[in-house]
Protein backbone atom coordinates (compact mmCIF):
# COMPACT_ATOMS: atom_id res chain seq x y z
CA UNK A 1 0.00 0.00 0.00
CA UNK A 2 2.93 2.20 1.06
CA UNK A 3 4.44 1.89 -2.81
CA UNK A 4 1.05 2.80 -4.10
CA UNK A 5 0.84 5.92 -2.24
CA UNK A 6 4.04 7.11 -3.27
CA UNK A 7 3.15 6.22 -6.40
CA UNK A 8 -0.22 8.56 -6.01
CA UNK A 9 1.44 10.71 -4.65
CA UNK A 10 4.34 10.99 -7.35
CA UNK A 11 7.28 11.16 -4.81
CA UNK A 12 10.00 10.74 -6.53
CA UNK A 13 12.02 9.52 -3.07
CA UNK A 14 15.10 7.51 -5.22
CA UNK A 15 15.69 10.36 -7.44
CA UNK A 16 15.39 12.42 -4.34
CA UNK A 17 17.82 11.11 -2.30
CA UNK A 18 20.53 10.41 -4.85
CA UNK A 19 20.43 14.11 -5.98
CA UNK A 20 20.67 15.56 -2.24
CA UNK A 21 24.60 15.57 -2.51
CA UNK A 22 25.73 16.33 -5.71
CA UNK A 23 28.92 16.03 -5.33
CA UNK A 24 28.63 12.52 -3.84
CA UNK A 25 26.20 11.52 -6.90
CA UNK A 26 29.06 12.81 -9.07
CA UNK A 27 31.41 10.86 -7.68
CA UNK A 28 29.27 7.96 -7.93
CA UNK A 29 28.74 8.43 -11.68
CA UNK A 30 32.13 9.08 -12.12
CA UNK A 31 33.33 5.63 -10.33
CA UNK A 32 30.54 3.85 -12.50
CA UNK A 33 31.83 5.44 -15.85
CA UNK A 34 35.00 4.34 -15.49
CA UNK A 35 34.69 0.40 -14.56
CA UNK A 36 32.44 0.41 -17.67
CA UNK A 37 35.28 2.12 -19.98
CA UNK A 38 37.52 -0.23 -18.08
CA UNK A 39 35.24 -3.38 -19.22
CA UNK A 40 34.43 -1.49 -22.83
CA UNK A 41 38.03 -0.87 -23.33
CA UNK A 42 39.50 -4.68 -21.99
CA UNK A 43 36.13 -6.83 -23.84
CA UNK A 44 36.73 -4.55 -26.84
CA UNK A 45 40.57 -5.33 -27.23
CA UNK A 46 39.80 -8.85 -26.45
CA UNK A 47 37.44 -9.64 -28.86
CA UNK A 48 39.25 -6.97 -31.53
CA UNK A 49 42.12 -9.14 -30.95
CA UNK A 50 40.23 -11.99 -32.39
CA UNK A 51 38.66 -10.32 -35.06
CA UNK A 52 42.00 -8.75 -36.31
CA UNK A 53 43.54 -12.73 -36.40
CA UNK A 54 41.34 -13.43 -39.56
CA UNK A 55 41.17 -10.01 -40.77
CA UNK A 56 42.85 -12.06 -44.01
CA UNK A 57 40.85 -15.69 -43.07
CA UNK A 58 37.31 -13.66 -43.79
CA UNK A 59 38.41 -12.55 -47.32
CA UNK A 60 39.97 -15.86 -48.52
CA UNK A 61 37.51 -16.82 -51.66
CA UNK A 62 36.89 -20.29 -50.61
CA UNK A 63 34.45 -22.96 -49.79
CA UNK A 64 37.02 -25.52 -47.78
CA UNK A 65 40.65 -24.86 -46.78
CA UNK A 66 43.36 -27.48 -46.96
CA UNK A 67 46.26 -27.16 -43.84
CA UNK A 68 49.17 -29.00 -42.35
CA UNK A 69 47.86 -30.43 -38.91
CA UNK A 70 50.84 -28.91 -37.43
CA UNK A 71 49.87 -25.64 -38.52
CA UNK A 72 49.37 -24.06 -34.80
CA UNK A 73 48.01 -20.44 -36.18
CA UNK A 74 49.02 -17.67 -38.57
CA UNK A 75 52.12 -16.76 -37.39
CA UNK A 76 53.33 -20.68 -37.20
CA UNK A 77 52.31 -22.20 -40.36
CA UNK A 78 53.85 -25.69 -41.84
CA UNK A 79 53.79 -26.45 -45.13
CA UNK A 80 52.46 -29.54 -47.00
CA UNK A 81 52.62 -31.07 -50.35
CA UNK A 82 50.90 -29.45 -52.85
CA UNK A 83 49.94 -32.66 -54.61
CA UNK A 84 47.50 -32.83 -52.14
CA UNK A 85 45.26 -29.92 -53.83
CA UNK A 86 45.54 -32.03 -57.48
CA UNK A 87 43.80 -34.89 -55.65
CA UNK A 88 41.12 -32.79 -54.00
CA UNK A 89 40.07 -32.18 -58.22
CA UNK A 90 39.01 -36.03 -57.91
CA UNK A 91 35.97 -35.22 -56.29
CA UNK A 92 33.13 -34.32 -58.10
CA UNK A 93 32.03 -31.00 -56.27
CA UNK A 94 35.49 -29.30 -56.17
CA UNK A 95 35.64 -26.64 -59.14
CA UNK A 96 39.03 -24.98 -58.17
CA UNK A 97 41.67 -24.79 -55.99
CA UNK A 98 44.52 -22.49 -55.13
CA UNK A 99 47.82 -23.36 -53.92
CA UNK A 100 48.72 -19.95 -51.60
CA UNK A 101 52.13 -19.68 -50.10
CA UNK A 102 52.32 -17.86 -46.36
CA UNK A 103 55.30 -16.97 -44.40
CA UNK A 104 56.85 -13.55 -43.00
CA UNK A 105 60.03 -11.61 -44.66
CA UNK A 106 61.66 -8.73 -43.64
CA UNK A 107 60.36 -5.31 -45.97
CA UNK A 108 62.83 -2.49 -45.57
CA UNK A 109 61.19 0.45 -45.45
CA UNK A 110 61.66 2.61 -48.48
CA UNK A 111 61.95 5.86 -46.72
CA UNK A 112 63.69 5.13 -43.68
CA UNK A 113 65.45 1.52 -44.64
CA UNK A 114 64.42 0.12 -41.30
CA UNK A 115 63.22 -3.62 -41.21
CA UNK A 116 60.11 -5.14 -40.05
CA UNK A 117 58.13 -7.89 -40.49
CA UNK A 118 55.59 -8.18 -42.69
CA UNK A 119 53.20 -11.36 -43.76
CA UNK A 120 53.59 -12.35 -47.73
CA UNK A 121 51.20 -14.05 -49.50
CA UNK A 122 52.33 -16.08 -52.88
CA UNK A 123 49.24 -17.14 -55.23
CA UNK A 124 49.18 -17.94 -58.97
CA UNK A 125 47.77 -14.77 -60.31
CA UNK A 126 45.69 -16.38 -62.20
CA UNK A 127 43.78 -18.23 -59.65
CA UNK A 128 41.50 -17.18 -57.47
CA UNK A 129 42.21 -16.12 -54.23
CA UNK A 130 39.87 -12.88 -52.67
CA UNK A 131 36.68 -12.31 -52.41
CA UNK A 132 37.06 -8.80 -53.90
CA UNK A 133 35.46 -8.80 -57.37
CA UNK A 134 38.21 -6.26 -58.54
CA UNK A 135 40.84 -8.20 -57.42
CA UNK A 136 41.80 -10.40 -60.34
CA UNK A 137 42.56 -7.12 -62.38
CA UNK A 138 45.06 -5.90 -59.81
CA UNK A 139 46.51 -9.39 -59.71
CA UNK A 140 47.35 -9.30 -63.21
CA UNK A 141 50.58 -6.69 -62.33
CA UNK A 142 51.90 -10.09 -60.63
CA UNK A 143 52.66 -11.89 -63.63
CA UNK A 144 55.81 -10.23 -63.88
CA UNK A 145 58.56 -11.42 -61.48
CA UNK A 146 59.42 -9.22 -59.11
CA UNK A 147 56.23 -7.27 -58.49
CA UNK A 148 53.94 -7.08 -55.31
CA UNK A 149 50.58 -5.72 -54.23
CA UNK A 150 51.28 -4.07 -51.02
CA UNK A 151 48.22 -3.77 -47.97
CA UNK A 152 47.40 0.09 -47.82
CA UNK A 153 45.65 -0.80 -44.07
CA UNK A 154 49.41 -1.73 -42.98
CA UNK A 155 51.11 0.08 -39.84
CA UNK A 156 52.94 3.33 -40.87
CA UNK A 157 56.29 1.81 -39.99
CA UNK A 158 56.05 0.00 -43.45
CA UNK A 159 56.54 3.57 -45.28
CA UNK A 160 54.65 5.95 -47.16
CA UNK A 161 53.76 3.56 -49.76
CA UNK A 162 50.23 4.50 -50.37
CA UNK A 163 50.95 8.43 -50.59
CA UNK A 164 53.83 7.77 -52.74
CA UNK A 165 51.75 5.32 -55.11
CA UNK A 166 49.38 8.06 -55.07
CA UNK A 167 51.65 10.99 -56.26
CA UNK A 168 52.75 8.64 -59.11
CA UNK A 169 56.17 7.75 -57.94
CA UNK A 170 57.53 4.25 -58.25
CA UNK A 171 58.12 2.82 -55.22
CA UNK A 172 60.90 -0.05 -55.01
CA UNK A 173 61.86 -1.73 -51.80
CA UNK A 174 63.67 -5.12 -50.82
CA UNK A 175 62.13 -8.26 -49.30
CA UNK A 176 63.90 -11.06 -47.82
CA UNK A 177 66.53 -8.97 -49.38
CA UNK A 178 65.71 -9.24 -53.12
CA UNK A 179 64.75 -6.28 -54.59
CA UNK A 180 60.65 -5.96 -55.35
CA UNK A 181 58.53 -3.40 -56.55
CA UNK A 182 55.06 -2.47 -55.53
CA UNK A 183 52.64 -2.58 -58.88
CA UNK A 184 49.88 -1.92 -56.99
CA UNK A 185 47.61 -1.66 -53.60
CA UNK A 186 45.27 -3.74 -51.63
CA UNK A 187 42.97 -3.53 -48.48
CA UNK A 188 43.33 -6.64 -45.77
CA UNK A 189 43.96 -5.25 -42.37
CA UNK A 190 46.85 -5.54 -39.84
CA UNK A 191 46.04 -7.90 -37.34
CA UNK A 192 47.92 -9.03 -33.59
CA UNK A 193 50.11 -11.69 -35.48
CA UNK A 194 51.14 -9.14 -38.65
CA UNK A 195 51.85 -5.70 -38.41
CA UNK A 196 51.45 -5.40 -42.85
CA UNK A 197 50.63 -7.95 -45.53
CA UNK A 198 52.10 -8.05 -49.55
CA UNK A 199 50.55 -10.38 -51.77
CA UNK A 200 52.94 -11.64 -55.10
CA UNK A 201 53.01 -14.52 -57.29
CA UNK A 202 54.51 -17.51 -56.78
CA UNK A 203 57.41 -17.53 -58.75
CA UNK A 204 58.68 -13.98 -57.05
CA UNK A 205 57.38 -15.45 -53.35
CA UNK A 206 60.17 -18.33 -54.13
CA UNK A 207 62.57 -15.97 -55.06
CA UNK A 208 62.36 -14.03 -51.86
CA UNK A 209 62.23 -17.17 -49.84
CA UNK A 210 64.82 -19.75 -51.80
CA UNK A 211 64.31 -22.26 -48.58
CA UNK A 212 60.55 -22.95 -49.42
CA UNK A 213 59.86 -25.76 -51.79
CA UNK A 214 58.46 -25.91 -55.18
CA UNK A 215 56.52 -28.59 -54.24
CA UNK A 216 55.04 -27.42 -50.61
CA UNK A 217 52.15 -25.04 -49.68
CA UNK A 218 51.12 -23.38 -46.76
CA UNK A 219 47.33 -23.01 -47.46
CA UNK A 220 45.27 -24.57 -49.70
CA UNK A 221 41.89 -23.08 -51.17
CA UNK A 222 39.06 -25.05 -52.51
CA UNK A 223 35.69 -24.20 -53.80
CA UNK A 224 32.89 -26.33 -54.74
CA UNK A 225 29.71 -26.37 -56.39
CA UNK A 226 27.06 -24.06 -55.26
CA UNK A 227 24.80 -26.70 -55.01
CA UNK A 228 27.67 -29.20 -53.16
CA UNK A 229 27.16 -30.77 -49.46
CA UNK A 230 30.64 -29.08 -48.04
CA UNK A 231 30.50 -31.50 -44.68
CA UNK A 232 29.79 -33.94 -47.50
CA UNK A 233 32.58 -33.28 -49.20
CA UNK A 234 34.63 -32.58 -45.94
CA UNK A 235 34.10 -35.90 -44.49
CA UNK A 236 34.86 -37.50 -48.02
CA UNK A 237 38.09 -35.75 -48.59
CA UNK A 238 39.23 -36.49 -45.01
CA UNK A 239 39.01 -40.13 -45.78
CA UNK A 240 40.36 -40.42 -49.14
CA UNK A 241 43.65 -37.62 -48.27
CA UNK A 242 46.92 -38.82 -46.42
CA UNK A 243 46.84 -37.92 -42.66
CA UNK A 244 49.58 -34.88 -43.37
CA UNK A 245 46.87 -32.38 -44.21
CA UNK A 246 44.02 -31.28 -42.90
CA UNK A 247 40.21 -30.43 -44.09
CA UNK A 248 38.33 -27.64 -42.85
CA UNK A 249 35.33 -25.31 -43.78
CA UNK A 250 35.72 -21.82 -44.16
CA UNK A 251 34.43 -21.07 -41.10
CA UNK A 252 36.50 -24.14 -39.10
CA UNK A 253 39.76 -22.51 -40.54
CA UNK A 254 38.62 -19.06 -38.88
CA UNK A 255 37.80 -20.77 -35.82
CA UNK A 256 41.27 -22.53 -36.37
CA UNK A 257 43.04 -19.06 -35.62
CA UNK A 258 40.73 -17.71 -32.90
CA UNK A 259 41.11 -20.43 -31.13
CA UNK A 260 45.10 -20.28 -30.91
CA UNK A 261 44.65 -16.94 -29.56
CA UNK A 262 42.08 -17.49 -27.08
CA UNK A 263 42.85 -21.18 -26.04
CA UNK A 264 46.43 -21.18 -26.63
CA UNK A 265 47.83 -17.94 -24.88
CA UNK A 266 47.27 -15.43 -22.02
CA UNK A 267 46.16 -12.75 -24.30
CA UNK A 268 42.38 -13.44 -23.63
CA UNK A 269 42.62 -14.75 -20.23
CA UNK A 270 44.67 -11.09 -19.52
CA UNK A 271 41.84 -9.00 -21.17
CA UNK A 272 38.85 -11.31 -19.38
CA UNK A 273 40.53 -10.51 -16.20
CA UNK A 274 40.83 -6.72 -16.80
CA UNK A 275 37.49 -6.39 -17.23
CA UNK A 276 36.41 -8.63 -13.61
CA UNK A 277 38.84 -6.15 -12.24
CA UNK A 278 36.89 -3.26 -13.53
CA UNK A 279 33.53 -4.98 -12.34
CA UNK A 280 34.80 -5.38 -9.05
CA UNK A 281 35.89 -1.82 -8.54
CA UNK A 282 32.37 -0.96 -9.89
CA UNK A 283 30.78 -3.09 -7.43
CA UNK A 284 33.22 -1.43 -4.71
CA UNK A 285 32.50 2.04 -5.49
CA UNK A 286 28.54 1.94 -5.87
CA UNK A 287 28.59 -0.11 -2.47
CA UNK A 288 30.27 2.77 -0.82
CA UNK A 289 28.03 5.20 -1.98
CA UNK A 290 24.51 3.23 -1.18
CA UNK A 291 25.70 2.01 2.19
CA UNK A 292 26.80 5.99 2.83
CA UNK A 293 23.73 6.99 1.94
CA UNK A 294 21.64 4.54 3.96
CA UNK A 295 23.44 5.12 7.09
CA UNK A 296 23.20 8.58 6.11
CA UNK A 297 19.40 8.47 6.31
CA UNK A 298 18.66 5.75 8.92
CA UNK A 299 16.46 7.60 11.27
CA UNK A 300 14.73 8.59 8.29
CA UNK A 301 14.05 5.02 7.14
CA UNK A 302 13.71 5.14 10.77
CA UNK A 303 10.97 7.50 11.23
CA UNK A 304 9.47 5.16 7.81
CA UNK A 305 8.96 2.15 9.13
CA UNK A 306 7.62 3.60 12.53
CA UNK A 307 4.91 5.03 10.76
CA UNK A 308 4.06 1.45 9.26
CA UNK A 309 5.89 1.57 6.01
CA UNK A 310 7.49 -2.13 5.60
CA UNK A 311 10.91 -3.26 5.21
CA UNK A 312 10.50 -4.52 1.03
CA UNK A 313 9.26 -1.18 0.82
CA UNK A 314 12.44 0.75 1.82
CA UNK A 315 14.46 -2.07 -0.19
CA UNK A 316 12.66 -0.79 -3.17
CA UNK A 317 13.86 2.63 -2.68
CA UNK A 318 16.96 1.52 -2.20
CA UNK A 319 16.82 -0.96 -5.42
CA UNK A 320 15.65 2.12 -7.42
CA UNK A 321 18.50 3.97 -6.13
CA UNK A 322 20.76 1.66 -7.65
CA UNK A 323 18.98 1.31 -11.16
CA UNK A 324 19.35 5.09 -11.42
CA UNK A 325 23.12 5.01 -10.95
CA UNK A 326 23.41 1.96 -13.57
CA UNK A 327 21.76 3.93 -16.14
CA UNK A 328 23.43 7.39 -15.07
CA UNK A 329 27.13 5.57 -15.27
CA UNK A 330 26.58 3.73 -18.20
CA UNK A 331 25.54 6.76 -20.78
CA UNK A 332 28.81 8.11 -20.37
CA UNK A 333 30.85 5.52 -20.40
CA UNK A 334 28.76 3.99 -23.72
CA UNK A 335 29.98 7.68 -25.45
CA UNK A 336 33.69 7.22 -23.73
CA UNK A 337 33.83 3.88 -25.17
CA UNK A 338 33.21 4.67 -28.72
CA UNK A 339 35.37 7.54 -28.75
CA UNK A 340 38.13 5.18 -27.31
CA UNK A 341 36.92 2.65 -30.00
CA UNK A 342 37.58 4.98 -32.54
CA UNK A 343 41.41 6.75 -31.26
CA UNK A 344 42.20 3.08 -31.08
CA UNK A 345 41.28 2.18 -35.06
CA UNK A 346 42.87 5.21 -36.26
CA UNK A 347 46.39 4.78 -34.51
CA UNK A 348 46.55 1.13 -34.48
CA UNK A 349 44.05 0.51 -37.66
CA UNK A 350 42.58 -2.56 -35.57
CA UNK A 351 39.13 -3.79 -36.28
CA UNK A 352 37.92 -2.18 -32.41
CA UNK A 353 34.21 -1.45 -32.69
CA UNK A 354 30.89 -1.02 -30.56
CA UNK A 355 29.53 -4.46 -31.14
CA UNK A 356 25.84 -3.96 -30.03
CA UNK A 357 26.20 -7.50 -28.11
CA UNK A 358 29.05 -6.12 -26.07
CA UNK A 359 26.96 -2.69 -25.28
CA UNK A 360 24.07 -4.58 -24.09
CA UNK A 361 26.19 -6.94 -22.02
CA UNK A 362 28.28 -4.41 -20.30
CA UNK A 363 24.77 -2.74 -19.09
CA UNK A 364 23.37 -5.80 -17.53
CA UNK A 365 27.10 -6.16 -15.99
CA UNK A 366 27.10 -2.60 -14.81
CA UNK A 367 22.93 -3.21 -13.87
CA UNK A 368 24.06 -5.75 -12.23
CA UNK A 369 26.58 -4.54 -10.31
CA UNK A 370 24.78 -1.31 -8.97
CA UNK A 371 21.83 -3.92 -8.30
CA UNK A 372 24.27 -6.55 -6.07
CA UNK A 373 25.85 -3.36 -4.57
CA UNK A 374 22.24 -1.93 -3.54
CA UNK A 375 21.65 -5.68 -2.17
CA UNK A 376 24.14 -5.76 0.55
CA UNK A 377 24.15 -1.88 1.20
CA UNK A 378 20.06 -2.82 1.78
CA UNK A 379 21.13 -5.21 4.75
CA UNK A 380 21.72 -1.46 6.67
CA UNK A 381 17.92 -0.97 6.83
CA UNK A 382 17.48 -4.04 9.43
CA UNK A 383 19.41 -2.21 11.79
CA UNK A 384 17.22 0.83 11.47
CA UNK A 385 15.15 0.08 14.71
CA UNK A 386 13.03 3.40 15.69
CA UNK A 387 13.72 2.31 19.58
CA UNK A 388 17.50 1.90 19.03
CA UNK A 389 18.25 5.07 17.27
CA UNK A 390 15.73 7.51 18.97
Not at 319 to 341: C, D, H, K, N, T
Request: proline share 5%; glycine share 8%.
Amino acid sequence: MKISFWHRRGIPLAWLLLTRQPLRLLVAIAGICFAGILMFMQLGFRDGLFDASVTVHKLFDADLVLISPRSMSSISMSAFPRRRLVQTMAHKDVIGTTPVNWNFLLWRNPETLSTRSILALGFEPTDPLLIDPGFPLKAEVLKNSGRVLFDVLSREEFGPVEKWISEGKIVETEVGGKRVRVAGLVSLGPSFGADGNLITSRETFLKLLPTSSVGSIEIGLVRLRTEANSEDVIRSLKASLPNDVKVLSRNEFIDFEKNYWRNSTSIGFIFTLGAAMGFVVGCVIVYQILYSDVSDHLAEYATLMAMGYQLRTLFGVVAREGIFLAVMGYLPAYVSGQALYALVRSSTKLPVAMDPQRAVLVFFLILFMCMASASFAMRRLIDADPAEIF
